[in-house]
């Protein structure tokens, strides 16, 4: 048992809390119904000396009173007691001035000099040097002087009956208090390791599921009510982890197919021994720009963008177009910057040039010919894309949005799906989202919509 209690302790369990705190709850319940009886049977002796005494020091007074204070006037009995040394009872007189005017013995002056400390009240001592005797100093009426009498005593036979109780008493809780707090503390393990077997034989399930097993949940029928919510949780978290699993070997499959048709296109034009150059080098940039994408939807799933850029959106966006429009102007089309409303960015600003360059490529690729790209800045803090091309046909913008997915619209315009998915993304990490709406006169309006102009 005592090795059990070893193993608890070292590893910090449930159970070993469990168990330390129960054995201190238990020594605290039995501290607290045995000390009040302890301190009773201490007052009820300390009540009985104090009788005693008050009736050695009444008899005392009430013969001084009558005949003065001289030991040889004492009534015969009282007499022999206070001449005997060895039966423990002693008395000393002084006057108002600390002079002793008698006294029993020859030394029980200076063993109740302590009585002199509370001449005008009763006053209850223990003689120093004496543990066996009891004092009590009070002032007492002779004639018209005010004197001082101790007297003390050994402990009556009531209370050394009383004290003894309490020795026997003291002793009987040490002897079988210790063993039942044993046995008790065995029995709270015993009850708290078999009041735990659901719980490890539910983590020993946890522990075994793996990336092969993760459809599988928990069962909490055998568990208590209280671990039930950690159960709900972990079998809530493994449901999303099956779906990002899930969705992650989707996405590599998806990567793959979308490579694979480029590069068969690359490596069938090279051995063809009459390769186009410039449509290699046109296949060569398109996979260019798909890694590339994929390394940055890849990043954005990863780990978190950094927010400590501060620039107007103003300023971003016209940046970002001035890189683009030799490309735009290139293939025949137009693009044109309003600026309704400018507002602040705390942001990457990177990141967001890269959610917008998405939009802007995105509205050319599905532009007619000789089109114009409109790109507005506000009202609000909104930067929105729009373009005269088919619109959304229906689709729904969250579904356009997934990785490698083309809406209808799509057949026959070069692209890889990732643009918008890499646009939400950001706006996610920047607390905004991504809005898509067709156009009033044809085409499509996408939106990077921001929750604040602090975002």
Not at 53 to 66: P, S, T
Not at 346 to 359: H, I, K, P, Q
Not at 439 to 454: T, Y
């Amino acid at each position: 048992m005592l090795a059990t209690l070893a193993q608890i302790w070292r590893h910090r369990s449930l159970q070993g809390r469990l168990a330390w705190r129960l054995g201190l709850l238990f020594l605290a319940s039995v501290a607290v119904g045995i000390l009040p009886l302890v301190v009773r049977l201490e007052e009820a002796g300390g009540v009985v000396q104090r009788k005693v005494l008050r009736g050695q020091a009444n008899e005392l007074m009430a013969v001084f009173n009558h005949g003065g204070l001289s030991l040889d006037r004492l009534p015969p009995d009282l007499a022999n007691r206070y001449a005997l040394e060895e039966d423990g009872v002693i008395y000393a007189v002084w006057d108002q001035h600390g002079r002793l005017l008698t006294q029993s013995l020859p030394r029980a002056a200076n063993t109740l000099r302590e009585a002199l400390n509370q001449p005008d009240t009763e006053y209850f001592f223990r003689p120093p040097g004496e543990p066996e005797r009891y004092g009590l100093g009070t002032p007492i009426k002779l004639g018209d002087r005010t004197l001082t009498l101790a007297v003390a005593q050994s402990p009556t036979a009531d209370q050394k009956i009383i004290n003894g109780l309490l020795d026997e008493f003291v002793r009987d809780i040490l002897l079988f208090g210790i063993p039942v707090a044993l046995i008790a503390a065995a029995i709270g393990v015993w009850t708290i390791r078999s009041s735990l077997t659901p719980i490890q034989e539910v983590s020993e399930e946890a522990a075994a599921i793996g990336l092969d097993r993760l459809d599988h949940r928990l069962d909490g029928k055998n568990l208590p009510s209280e671990v039930l919510p950690l159960v709900d949780a972990f079998n809530t978290a493994l449901a999303r982890l099956e779906g990002s699993f899930r969705h992650h070997r989707r996405f590599i499959a998806d990567a793959a197919h979308q490579l694979r048709t480029p590069l068969a296109v690359v490596q069938a034009r090279l051995e063809s021994g009459e390769a186009d150059m410039t449509a290699v080098r046109a296949d060569v940039r398109r996979l260019s720009r798909l890694v590339a994408q994929l390394l940055s939807l890849s990043r954005l799933s990863g780990t978190p963008l950094p927010r400590t850029d501060r620039v107007m959106a103003g300023e971003l966006t016209a940046g970002e177009l001035v890189t683009l429009a030799p490309f735009i102007r290139s293939l025949g089309k137009s693009i044109e910057l309003e600026v309704v409303e400018d507002f602040p960015l705390v942001c990457n600003a990177g990141a967001v040039a890269e959610a917008l360059r998405n939009l802007v490529e995105n509205a050319v690729a599905y532009g007619p010919a000789g089109g114009m790209v409109e790109v507005r800045v506000g009202p609000g803090p909104i930067l929105s894309v729009a373009d005269r091309g088919p619109g959304l046909q229906g689709e729904d913008p969250l579904t356009l949005a997934e990785p490698f997915v083309r809406g209808a619209a799509g057949a026959g315009i070069t692209g890889s799906g990732l643009g918008l998915a890499i646009a939400m993304e950001i706006m996610r990490q920047h607390g905004g989202r991504l809005a898509a709406r067709d156009r009033h006169g044809g085409g499509a309006l996408f939106s990077l919509c921001f929750e604040d102009k602090a975002a």
